[in-house]
């Protein structure tokens, strides 16, 4: 067995898709007696967008999901406005999937789910890892049902009480606030479009109130959100309409299809790898859900390790926390202060920038327009034949794709070549008819930049000289 994942939520699935595609032996354990039901993390960011294309999942998340309502805002039971998280984007060469998606957390995963099916393999449900040993040449793991592994690697997906980072010993530093408590739930509601979200609140406090936001591929069911107050711990549907009742809001709810309540929970692991074992997702990292990240950030994570995983360099296994633990800390510090926004009732804390879209993660050390360790962009461009394609078509797949800009060919004003590994030849030329690629890529002739299986620049070399080497 090459990889051990515990945890079969949306990071240990992403990373199983991604080392079954590979063609390595993976098995995915999971304490649970059932699938999780519930829309909990149901923010998909852009950047998780091009990772599930690459996954082959993107079409079912778009045909199941839907862009992010508008809220109708209503104070002391009158609609008053209508408001957006952010602004609505259009597409761009360069950025195909420029908005968040919504889709229930339980449906992403059971996308996600029949995906690794395609590929061979399956979630190994009520088998908990017990405990676990490493040497030098793998890790031997011993789980609920009384049976031994044996794998190369291990990998907690196993969520912010992960076994295996107990185990291992890793400090979890951070806070829980328990000052703040709110209650999550899916709810089904009476009497409202499901085309939009609302907000209920007192107009005297109008950033302090209840949210609906409809779930997607289920008619009349909503997320609902809302503050706890002292003394109230139990998550039912006769709490939830009282909060409702209290505000005017006119709203029958008739259905409670699950619930929890939350608390801020800021936390980063102190290691993300211990020799052969690593760490990922609410594992290594638990985040607020303002900004919607945490998901987001543990899909990228496992699209981060699953090549690495692959190619087994140690430098290249070493890079996996150097890139992904600072990204974690920055993640958590845009979420976190989106949390204090809305502790403090900021008129703007429930706007969503840039920076919530992880289209701007990066792994960079040079300065540059774009240098190694960005996102590879897309572009729109054409084969030898006319026919059309993206740039993120030769990137899809477990492979690095080169690129070289200013290859000559006929009749066309911007060409470069696309080279596979082994290949020692120019690869077939591809016609960038509209200079959208060399634009994107800052790329005159000659330059010659590499991708990494992940979507990231791994070396660039220009006409001037190397910019920055690095493994690929």
């Not at 959100?225 to 002292?230: D, F, I, Q, S, V």
């Not at 309409?241 to 809001?249: E, N, R, T, V």
């Not at 699950?258 to 692991?269: C, E, H, Q």
């Given at each position: 067995m090459d990889v051990i994942i515990a945890g079969a939520g949306p990071t240990g699935l992403t990373l199983a898709i991604d080392l079954a595609r590979r063609g390595l032996g993976v098995r995915v354990i999971d304490k649970a007696s059932e699938y999780f039901a519930g829309s909990r993390g149901d923010g998909l960011q852009p950047r998780t967008l091009e990772v599930f294309e690459d996954l082959g999942v993107l079409g079912a998340v778009l045909r199941q999901g839907r862009p992010v309502p508008t809220m109708r805002v209503h104070l002391d039971g009158k609609y008053v406005m209508d408001r957006r998280m952010a602004e609505h984007l259009e597409p761009t060469p360069d950025v195909p999937y420029p908005n968040a998606w919504v889709l229930g957390q339980s449906q992403t995963e059971g996308i996600l789910r029949d995906r690794l099916a395609e590929l061979g393999a399956r979630v190994e449900l009520n088998t908990a890892l017990v405990d676990f040993d490493q040497d030098a040449d793998g890790v031997t793991a011993r789980l609920s049902t009384g049976e031994t592994v044996r794998a190369s690697y291990l990998v907690g997906a196993d969520g912010g009480r992960s076994t295996v980072r107990k185990v291992l010993g890793v400090p979890f530093e951070g806070v829980t606030d328990e000052t703040i408590r709110m209650l999550l739930g899916d709810v089904?509601?009476?009497?409202?479009?499901?085309?939009?979200?609302?907000?209920?609140?007192?107009?005297?406090?109008?950033?302090?109130?209840?949210?609906?936001?409809?779930?997607?591929?289920?008619?009349?069911?909503?997320?609902?959100?809302?503050?706890?107050?002292?003394?109230?711990?139990?998550?039912?549907?006769?709490?939830?309409?009282?909060?409702?009742?209290?505000?005017?809001?006119?709203?029958?709810?008739?259905?409670?299809?699950?619930?929890?309540?939350?608390?801020?929970?800021?936390?980063?692991?102190?290691?993300?790898?211990?020799?052969?074992?690593?760490?990922?997702?609410?594992?290594?990292?638990?985040?607020?859900?303002?900004?919607?990240?945490?998901?987001?950030?543990?899909?990228?994570?496992?699209?981060?390790?699953?090549?690495?995983?692959?190619?087994?360099?140690?430098?290249?296994?070493?890079?996996?926390?150097?890139?992904?633990?600072?990204?974690?800390?920055?993640?958590?510090?845009?979420?976190?202060?989106?949390?204090?926004?809305?502790?403090?009732?900021?008129?703007?804390?429930h706007e969503r920038g840039e920076n919530t879209r992880q289209l701007d993660v990066t792994y960079r050390t040079a300065e540059g327009r774009i240098v190694a360790g960005d996102r590879a962009p897309d572009a729109p461009v054409t084969d030898a034949d006319g026919r059309p394609i993206r740039l993120f078509d030769l990137f899809r797949g477990p492979h690095a794709t080169h690129l070289t800009f200013g290859v000559p060919a006929p009749d066309a004003p911007h060409a470069y070549a696309v080279l596979r590994p082994g290949e020692s030849a120019p690869g077939p030329y591809v016609i960038d008819t509209h200079g959208h690629a060399h634009t994107a890529y800052d790329a005159s002739a000659g330059t010659s930049v590499v991708i990494r299986p992940d979507g990231y620049i791994g070396r660039r070399t220009c006409p001037t000289g190397p910019v920055r080497n690095a493994p690929v």
């Open positions: 089904a509601a009476d009497g409202l479009d499901h085309a939009w979200g609302y907000w209920f609140a007192r107009a005297d406090a109008p950033m302090v109130g209840v949210g609906l936001s409809p779930l997607p591929s289920t008619p009349g069911l909503f997320q609902f959100n809302a503050p706890l107050g002292e003394g109230e711990d139990e998550a039912s549907l006769e709490i939830l309409q009282g909060k409702l009742d209290a505000l005017g809001a006119g709203v029958r709810l008739t259905r409670l299809a699950w619930s929890t309540v939350w608390r801020p929970n800021i936390r980063l692991a102190g290691r993300f790898r211990v020799g052969r074992v690593f760490l990922a997702g609410d594992a290594a990292h638990v985040h607020p859900p303002t900004g919607g990240q945490g998901l987001n950030t543990g899909v990228q994570d496992a699209y981060n390790l699953g090549w690495k995983l692959a190619d087994g360099s140690p430098e290249l296994l070493d890079g996996y926390e150097t890139e992904r633990r600072a990204t974690a800390e920055r993640v958590l510090r845009i979420s976190s202060e989106l949390m204090r926004k809305h502790r403090e009732g900021a008129a703007d804390a």
